[in-house]
């Protein structure tokens, strides 16, 4: 038997490709404007209702805005319209909550929120942590494509190699950040909401390699056979160098990545 999964945020970078992975075994319900059967995240008491006339299994929550208020009231709202409903949820949380780590977190790592965006994932936890609801967080490391041209860091170096730019800006490049390709990602995705019910824990990083800022400058570097400016900020942000522990992951799921970050620049095309 299939099962029905909303996928919220389905239009992002993310949830087109987890959308285009997950249809292929279960039944996909989309959460943009632009489809018919769209949900409607404003009121509980209409949410509680779509939940329920479609069935729904599974809902993955990749729920994203810069309006972080906004974010706050609809997760509100969804936690109180799952009051009382046998779903099972997915809340796609970030390893960016972990901050500055000499060391690989792990799942029981301390959080240390440095900015808007992480200190609202880490009350969004929260939230959720305090409901009865059949809920697994799932902090997610950075994911990229095949294009490598993904707002940030990889559009940034590509804008460079293309002379949009001069010089790519940087507050340190001795900083580490853990990346996974986006294939691998609805991969373990897949498993998840497959074994759901043997997996015996609430909160699961998401990541594969854990790589210096600077060695990725030298990946492009020695792809393009190019020279590239790196010019770092005067007056620096704080941020901080996180690395994270795929522990669970490998030995629950026998998991090894299929595609590195190397092998996706080798292969990279201008």
Request: proline share 1%; aromatic share 10%; with cysteine.
């Amino acid at each position: 038997m299939k099962n029905r999964i909303l996928i919220l945020g389905s239009s992002g970078f993310i949830g087109q490709y987890l959308y285009k992975k997950l249809r292929l075994k279960n039944i996909i319900f989309q959460s943009h404007a632009k489809n018919k059967r769209c949900i409607n995240l404003n009121n509980p008491t209409k949410i509680k209702t779509y939940l329920k006339k479609n069935k729904i299994d599974f809902i993955i929550n990749l729920i994203n805005s810069l309006n972080y208020k906004k974010v706050i009231t609809l997760n509100k709202n969804l936690n109180n319209a799952l009051n009382g409903l046998n779903i099972k949820i997915l809340f796609v949380s970030s390893s960016l909550i972990y901050g500055n780590k000499l060391k690989s977190a792990s799942e029981k790592s301390k959080l240390k929120p440095f900015n808007s965006y992480t200190k609202s994932k880490v009350k969004l936890e929260k939230m959720i942590k305090i409901t009865n609801l059949n809920y697994k967080i799932i902090r997610l490391s950075n994911v990229y494509d095949d294009k490598l041209d993904k707002k940030g860091l990889f559009k940034n170096i590509k804008d460079c190699l293309q002379n949009k730019t001069h010089y790519i800006s940087f507050n340190d490049i001795n900083i580490y950040r853990n990346f996974i390709h986006i294939y691998d990602v609805c991969n373990l995705f897949e498993k998840i909401v497959t074994e759901y019910e043997k997996i015996n824990k609430n909160v699961i990083n998401i990541g594969a390699e854990n790589i210096k800022l600077g060695r990725i400058i030298d990946m492009y570097r020695k792809k393009f056979n190019i020279k590239i400016l790196v010019r770092l900020n005067k007056n620096k942000k704080y941020d901080p160098s996180i690395k994270i522990d795929n522990k669970f992951i490998k030995n629950r799921f026998n998991f090894k990545r299929i595609i590195s970050l190397k092998k996706t620049i080798n292969k990279l095309e201008l």
